[in-house]
């Protein structure tokens, strides 16, 4: 492994990963039953459109639907109609294509056949705010979820009781048709209620969870969402409801599946890999320490593990936002991992979000080794203070350092790999 090009290699991991969760050789694999009647496909997320696509390309029956995205997410499909929306932050398309969503699955019958096509970020992709709410306030309580630093598990409770499509909510209204969830699931822990906030997949998080969450992370909500709440006209159906007796959900691809996948590739390149959790959650910036510090133990004294080795982590960490700076929260993680391992040789690191996007930038992520802050500060960037300003994305354009792959077309999360040569 002498003339490895560490880039190139991570790349390769990187790759790897995203491939185990391709839709076309997911969902080939968990096609349901053709049925008597209609089969109507829904779906959202930033990989829905090409989950729509390999669906149509694995379907042979007739079908009709609609799956929504996030602008510049699409993908060619004949039969299932392909909407753009915004997304992290909810808008008017976002609006349509939820009212659009439940018309579609209204009127149905026992004899019919509901598909969904879940992935992540459909919850900024689907507002529909309840009875007395505005999109203004959904809107609100997106940008307050976000800045909160509050896992995804405590988000996700919180929108689908102001929504009237979350929390199971689409899959109800297309009672009594057969609902069945081709889910991939990019939460730590793949509880597919999560994902997406469940649009057809109830979960047990109460109104009460919900107010306890925003107390904990000291949530400012406009008035009008906290009476909502309050008042209990926002609880979501819950799984032992008879309509979704019925149901099926299939989760078709995970963080789990695709670590495999790049343990595999490494190894199958010659280098051993470990894989420390798929569901790694916390401040970026914590976390990204505490990975620098394994990273460093490995380096310097050949424990826990011997190197050369590559060390891969998958989860969600959270970014509390403390300035309006550019970045995700894969960079902000690598930021604070490559100050924790600053003048330390042979560590080179990729973390990255698997859908192509972290943040609102156009990078995934990013790379870095023992030399970024040293390359940074030469190029007039103080690593520590774009740290602190959540600038991580202006740290690393400075040096070159940005990974932009572009859309991939799936999301399982985030996937951080360490090389220690």
Not at 137 to 154: Q, Y
Not at 228 to 246: E, M, Q, Y
Not at 367 to 392: E, H, I, P, Q, S
Request: overall charge negative; hydrophobic content about 45%.
């Amino acid at each position: 492994m002498a003339a490895l090009d560490p880039k190139a290699f991570l790349t390769s991991v990187f790759d790897a990963a995203v491939a185990a969760a391709d839709p076309e050789r997911t969902i080939r694999a968990h096609l349901p039953e053709k049925p008597k009647g209609r089969t109507v496909i829904v779906g959202a997320g930033k990989g829905a459109a090409q989950m729509a696509a390999a669906f149509e390309k694995a379907w042979d029956g007739p079908l009709e639907g609609l799956v929504v995205t996030r602008y510049g997410y699409g993908a060619p499909t004949t039969r299932i109609e392909v909407v753009e929306a915004a997304h992290p932050v909810p808008d008017e398309n976002g609006l349509e294509a939820s009212r659009r969503l439940l018309d579609a699955v209204s009127g149905l019958t026992e004899d019919d056949l509901v598909v969904a096509l879940v992935c992540g970020g459909g919850s900024a992709l689907l507002p529909s705010p309840a009875e007395g709410l505005t999109l203004a306030d959904e809107i609100a309580v997106n940008e307050a979820l976000l800045a909160s630093g509050a896992p995804i598990s405590a988000m996700n409770t919180i929108r689908k009781h102001v929504s009237t499509i979350k929390g199971g909510r689409l899959a109800a209204a297309a009672w009594p048709a057969r609902v069945v969830s081709l889910v991939v699931s990019d939460i730590p822990g793949d509880d597919p209620a999560l994902v997406a906030s469940g649009p057809t997949v109830p979960s047990t998080g109460s109104r009460e969870d919900a107010l306890a969450a925003i107390a904990a992370y000291g949530m400012k909500l406009p008035a009008a969402v906290m009476a909502h709440i309050r008042s209990g006209a926002g609880d979501a159906p819950t799984p032992d409801d008879k309509k979704f007796a019925r149901n099926e959900v299939r989760l078709i691809a995970s963080a789990a599946v695709s670590l495999e996948a790049a343990a595999d590739e490494a190894k199958r390149q010659g280098m051993e890999a470990v894989i420390l959790s798929d569901a790694i959650e916390g401040e970026a910036r914590e976390v990204g320490a505490v990975h620098a510090a394994i990273a460093r133990e490995v380096a310097i004294r050949d424990r826990p593990f011997r190197k050369p080795v590559l060390i891969l982590s998958g989860g969600e960490t959270t970014v509390t936002l403390r300035a309006k700076g550019k970045g995700g929260r894969n960079s902000e993680f690598l930021l604070a991992f490559a100050i924790g391992i600053g003048g330390v040789g042979g560590i080179d690191a990729l973390a990255a979000d698997t859908d192509g996007i972290d943040g609102s930038q156009d990078n995934a992520g990013a790379f870095c080794d023992g030399t970024t802050v040293v390359r940074m500060r030469a190029a007039g960037v103080d690593a520590k203070a774009m740290l602190a300003a959540n600038n991580a994305w202006t740290a690393f354009e400075a040096v070159g350092d940005l990974f932009v792959p572009g859309p991939t077309g799936t999301n399982v999360n985030d996937l951080r790999a360490i090389l220690i040569r």
